[in-house]
Structure formats: C-alpha cells, structure tokens
C-alpha cells in the first residue's frame, strides 16, 4: 500500500466507495452532514456484486482503490461498502496508511446496540458478510447476551444494480420473502448490512411497520463518525470554505450506467462520471 508523508490539508477531499451505487447512500448522509467537503466517490461497477466473491478476490479489488485515494490526496476513506468492511482488516490498513479510514460496520453496530430491547437482532447483508460472520462477532465483543440472526439476500443487489429499486412489485415480494425469514424469530431489531439495502428501505419499513421493529440504517451512523474524526482532527472544511464542496465521481466500469441510475440514489445531478481502471 503507498505510503504518503504530505501534509494533510482541510480542503482535502474525503475517498468514499462502494462495489457500485450503494454507497452513495453513505455518500449522500456525509454530505448532509458535511456539505462544504469535497469528496471523490469510486464505484467498482467492474467487480460488482462484492457479495458473492471470495474474501481474496474483494481485497485484490480494494488495495488499488486505496491507493487510488491515496494518490489523489485523501484525508479520510470510508468504506461505504459492508462485504468490503468485513473482509479486510480495518486496523491492518489502518497501520499501513497515514490517513483514518473507517467502515459501515462499526457505526451500524453501535446504533442497534442503544436500540434492541428484547435482545434479538435481525441481519439482512450479502452473502459473502454472512461468511464473514462480522456481524455477530462485532456485536458480540460489546454483548455476548445478544441473539443475533441473519439472512443474506443475494437476489437484492443485482436488482438494484438494474435499477429496479422504484419498481416495488418486483423487488418488494423478494425483499419481503428474505425478511420473513428474519422476522420468525422475533427480532426487535433489523440492521440493513449492505448499503445497497439502504436504497430499498421503504419496502422493508413499510412491511415492518407495525411490528415494533427498528430500522438501523448505517448511513447516518458512518456520517456521524466521520465528522467527529475531521473535527476531533480539526480537519473539517468549514473553517475555509462555505461553498458546497466538489464531488468527482470515478467508476472502473460503465460510467454512463452509473451517472443514469445513480442520480435516482443521489437524489442530485451526476455529471461528468470517469472511467478508472485501476
Ligand atoms: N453494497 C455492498 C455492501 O454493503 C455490496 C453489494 C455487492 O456488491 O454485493 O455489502
């Protein structure tokens, strides 16, 4: 992994990606949160869906990603991405670059932690998170008490990916059958463990509506614990700047695909995507 001895500056921009459109979800929550930030997002449309490869196959995908982050001056990464989360080794790259880099695990996790009541969480997430057994083992170092029980959805993201996610008739009975798998035990509790799922969320809330279920949705949790890293670092971009910041899309694949589909996720105008082969 390169290394980088710069100085890290304010108006640096923060890396974020996804194996495709999910992470914009994230991508979105910061910028909400930290709008005067600039931001390079990579989809890695080459490799997507993450969720069906091997741990190996996804950290060959994701050095190059990094490094790409890094040549282009990143203060931060975020891993908008839950299999990418949980098949690398945050604190092993943590030691191998200078900048924070941080994942949608940890965030997500603590959020449902100060939520289950009866102690039983759901886990809707991708195939290749369920092996990973990230989820479980994360909650469990905080709460060994907690049930936890999951269901990967492999039909869900390539369905997205279609842009099917406004098509409620065929994405809701698919999205509804997985999660009724979830909801026999009893779950107080539904984590959306893939980013992906965060564009589908009506249609898991709408079905959960009166079950006394909550939601927790990573996206504002990462958002959260991004801007208190830049601000405990004093490296937020406000202090400089009060024009919305710049946000450079790069995809290794398809970029017009991506600019189309992923406006719908944005809710804003994608122009000018780049193609990246890295
Ligand atoms: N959005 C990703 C996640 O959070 C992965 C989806 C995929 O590429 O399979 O897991």
Redesign the pocket.
């Known amino acids: 992994m390169i290394k980088s001895n710069r100085r890290v500056k304010n108006n640096d921009p923060i890396g974020i990606f996804?194996?495709?459109f999910?992470?914009l979800s994230i991508m979105s929550a910061i910028h909400t949160i930290l709008p005067y930030e600039n931001i390079i997002y990579f989809g890695d449309t080459m490799h997507?869906?993450?969720?069906?490869k091997s741990r190996n196959a996804i950290r060959e995908y994701i050095i190059p990603i990094i490094n790409f982050f890094i040549k282009c001056n990143v203060k931060l990464i975020v891993i908008a991405?839950?299999?990418?989360s949980a098949t690398v080794s945050l604190p092993a790259i943590q030691n191998k670059i200078r900048i924070p880099i941080i994942g949608?695990i940890l965030p997500g996790v603590k959020l449902a932690l100060t939520s289950s009541c009866h102690r039983k969480i759901g886990i809707v997430?991708?195939e290749s998170?369920l092996i990973s057994q990230v989820y479980p083992k994360t909650i469990n170092h905080f709460n060994k008490k907690l049930k936890i029980y999951q269901q990967c959805c492999p039909l869900l993201?390539p369905l997205i990916e279609e842009g099917f996610s406004n098509n409620t008739n065929v994405i809701s009975t698919i999205a509804i059958n997985y999660l009724e798998k979830l909801l026999y035990y009893d779950i107080d509790t539904l984590i959306l463990?893939?980013?992906?799922y965060l564009l589908i969320k009506n249609i898991f809330a709408s079905y959960i509506r009166n079950k006394n279920i909550k939601i927790i949705d990573s996206a504002k949790a990462t958002a959260y614990e991004t801007y208190n890293i830049l601000y405990n670092m004093k490296l937020t971009n406000n202090i400089y700047n009060k024009n919305h910041g710049n946000i450079l899309f790069f995809v290794s694949d398809n970029p017009n695909k991506f600019q189309t589909i992923g406006q719908k996720f944005f809710f804003q105008t994608i122009n000018n995507v780049q193609q990246k082969n890295l």
């Not at 997507?48 to 069906?52: E, I």
């Open positions: 996804d194996s495709g999910g992470g997507s869906p993450y969720g069906s991405c839950n299999t990418a949608v997430c991708t998170t993201v463990g893939c980013t992906h």
